[in-house]
């Protein structure tokens, strides 16, 4: 019976780990054109059974309006086509012709980590998208919105648009700054029916982005890649989150879901665009999916409405643009910290986010912080790991014995297996407690790989010199090469090789290059937590090794008095 290899156990469920993050089902991404222009709303919604309207949505009496000319002038943009809300942290460009939000800059992110870089754009970064644009289900011809209102009041900022065509009109109000969150936005709408028969209408909102570019890998490592920061789309239904799109190939044109819907939005790694219903009718779905294989986009519906002449509907909807902080998040009370996704290790992934959020304020720098997690949790493991390392040393001094096992009963492996559990009882040694540390650590490695990868708090976060993002992969490759360094004296410290037959000798020996490859394109900070681990594994092996404790080698590594 082959003595079990811990070291061999770690890797190849790293390997796992990353395997799955990096190659399975790698979306690919469309190419895009940034010239070809958008055109959500000529998507035709189908005509659904008509139904009572909700409590929110209200049908009402209007008069019939008259053509509308605006008396104000739009603050920003060109030729008085855009309107600018500028808050604290976000600007809000409102496009006033298409009556949408196709701009959000948010001033504390840079699209780089240079300060001297753009501020990040949801929308207009790259090839465009816009949010709260709306489809009717009823006349084709397009509407175009102009401003009749542009007011603040206390800390809030409010602006009406109005546009009709043969059959109706529409008036849009955004509301900014009605809550303390930069990033929400209010929207009213109400639609008349202008026409001289009784319309169904099927009110549809959308939120559009451009699909990102791939990027692709070159050079000798061209065949890893780094997981895909793509546009997916996310919604909350039923108070469980639900997610679509991580396989760009696989999303579908359309997909439509009914139910119980509190939000729905478009999201990457750090940022979320969504919509939020102001409405609990089961009445209520989405739609979502591709156009062109080049846009992504989700929808949110009240229902289809029976709207008599010169009556009125109105909706109410929210909508969040901005960064992914779970704390503000929760704060809005509507489910959006969800969008979040830790992955099934989140009751770990919270925690540690917080825990690293602390230990950041205290020290100053995230990559110090992760630094002193990785000692915490070291030092939290400690128990355990010692009594793996004593169980690996008294296997080695089993070694003659099982060696001369082999080689009596090398033909009969049930034999050998007995003979072999008989010397571990025997001498009260467990040859599975090498590998128990490293199962408890795997749920840390995977909840740290998640914090790493879409913590907005780690956004650009910077460590020292040319490390300036700790989320992004080591520019210069120089800590998964270190890693590599030092899992292989990790490997020399280990019982001796000879125990181990000449398949796994091989497969030890190629494991720490394959290791640095996975590592190359992924977070540098996730690295840096491995490769500290790694080290204080490689001196606690040291001192089990040479038997000495931790005063003993403090002795000699600091200068004695005379």
Request: with cysteine.
């Amino acid at each position: 019976m082959n003595k079990p290899q811990p070291m061999l156990a770690l890797v190849l469920s790293m390997a796992a780990i990353f395997v799955y993050y990096t190659f399975i089902n790698p979306p690919a991404k469309p190419t895009v054109n940034p010239k070809e222009p958008l055109a959500v709303s000529t998507e035709k919604v189908p005509v659904a059974t008509p139904s009572t309207p909700t409590p929110t949505s209200q049908v009402s009496s209007a008069p019939q309006p008259a053509t509308v000319t605006s008396s104000l002038i739009p603050q920003g943009g060109s030729e008085g086509s855009f309107i600018i809300y500028q808050g604290k942290e976000t600007d809000i460009r409102v496009n006033i012709s298409t009556g949408t939000i196709d701009r959000v800059i948010l001033n504390n992110y840079h699209t780089t980590t240079s300060p001297d870089s753009p501020h990040t754009d949801l929308f207009n970064e790259g090839f465009g998208g816009n949010a709260f644009s709306q489809t009717w289900g009823v006349a084709d011809e397009a509407l175009v919105y102009k401003l009749t209102s542009h007011k603040k009041e206390n800390n809030s900022e409010k602006i009406t648009l109005l546009a009709q065509n043969s059959v109706i009109a529409v008036e849009k109000t955004f509301t900014f700054g009605s809550k303390a969150d930069p990033n929400w936005v209010d929207l009213d709408v109400i639609v008349t029916n202008i026409a001289t028969s009784s319309q169904i209408l099927s009110p549809r909102s959308y939120i559009v982005h451009a699909q990102k570019e791939e990027e692709k890998s070159t050079g000798f490592f061209s065949f890893l890649k780094k997981p895909a920061d793509l546009y997916t789309v996310q919604y909350l239904m039923d108070n469980a989150l639900k997610k679509d799109g991580m396989n760009w190939k696989k999303l579908k044109d359309k997909t439509e879901q009914p139910g119980m819907i509190t939000w729905t939005g478009l999201t990457d790694r750090y940022f979320l665009s969504s919509l939020i219903s102001r409405e609990t009718s089961d009445k209520t779905s989405i739609a979502y999916g591709k156009m062109d294989n080049k846009y992504v986009y989700t929808s949110l519906s009240y229902g289809s409405y029976t709207l008599e002449p010169q009556k009125s509907l109105t909706q109410k909807f929210s909508g969040y643009f901005g960064p992914k902080k779970r704390d503000t998040l929760k704060a809005n009370g509507v489910g959006l910290e969800k969008s979040v996704d830790y992955g099934m290790f989140g009751f770990i992934a919270i925690p540690l986010l917080y825990l690293l959020i602390q230990l950041q304020h205290f020290l100053g720098n995230w990559g110090l912080a992760i630094i002193a997690l990785t000692f915490l949790v070291k030092m939290l493991l400690h128990p355990v790991n010692k009594k793996s390392m004593e169980s690996m040393k008294a296997m080695q001094k089993l070694q003659p014995k099982m060696a001369e096992i082999r080689e009596k009963y090398k033909n009969d492996r049930e034999k050998l297996n007995v003979e072999m559990m008989q010397i571990f009882k025997t001498n009260n040694v467990n040859p599975m407690s090498g590998c128990l540390p490293l199962i408890m650590q795997m749920p840390i490695y995977f909840a740290l790989y998640r914090v790493l990868w879409n913590a907005i708090e780690l956004y650009h976060a910077p460590f020292f010199g040319f490390y300036k993002d700790l989320a992004a992969p080591d520019p210069y490759m120089i800590s998964p090469v270190l890693l590599g360094i030092f899992m292989m004296l990790q490997q020399k410290l280990t019982p001796s090789a000879a125990s181990v037959d000449p398949a796994q000798q091989k497969i030890m020996m190629i494991m720490p290059l394959m290791f640095c490859g996975f590592m190359l394109f992924l977070p540098s900070g996730l690295v840096i937590y491995i490769f500290v681990n790694t080290v204080m594994s490689v001196i606690q092996q040291y001192m089990m090794h040479k038997e000495v404790s931790g005063m003993d080698l403090l002795r000699k590594l600091l200068p004695q008095k005379n």
